[in-house]
């Protein structure tokens, strides 16, 4: 499957932002999806992630609260809603897909990755 990150962008601290991944390739409802991001110096870290039918999420600690994934099977397309954006939320956020039902926390669980969309939070 390929997959294709937007919405990336410069906000203010505290402001909301909107991410999107588009997939194509193979059927979109067969794979979990995940968000990571990756700031400058940094380790790859995981964001939050959603089943095939978006009825089980997890999130990191550090997001949960403000973030929220979801997705749209008919769209083919995983979303990142974003808000109370802190200047450490600043990365490049890349959307991921995996096989089987559920999500997962674990990058090396995820077959697919996208190329990354760059999220600059100004404090």
């Known amino acids: 499957v390929q997959l294709q990150a937007s919405g990336g962008g410069l906000v203010q601290t505290g402001g909301p932002l909107s991410l999107s991944c588009v997939a194509s390739?193979?059927?979109?409802?067969?794979?979990?999806m995940g968000w990571f991001r990756q700031a400058p110096g940094k380790e790859r870290e995981f964001v939050a992630s959603i089943s095939r039918n978006g009825g089980s999420t997890l999130y990191a600690d550090s997001v949960k609260g403000r973030f929220i994934i979801s997705r749209d099977n008919a769209k083919n397309t995983v979303y990142l809603q974003m808000n109370s954006l802190k200047p450490e939320d600043t990365a490049v956020y890349y959307c991921?897909?995996?096989?089987?039902?559920?999500?997962?926390?674990?990058?090396?669980?995820?077959?697919?990755w996208g190329q990354g969309t760059l999220v600059t939070v100004s404090s």
């Open positions: 390739g193979r059927p979109f409802s067969s794979y979990a």
């Open positions: 991921a897909a995996k096989s089987g039902w559920f999500g997962s926390r674990s990058a090396t669980d995820f077959d697919s």
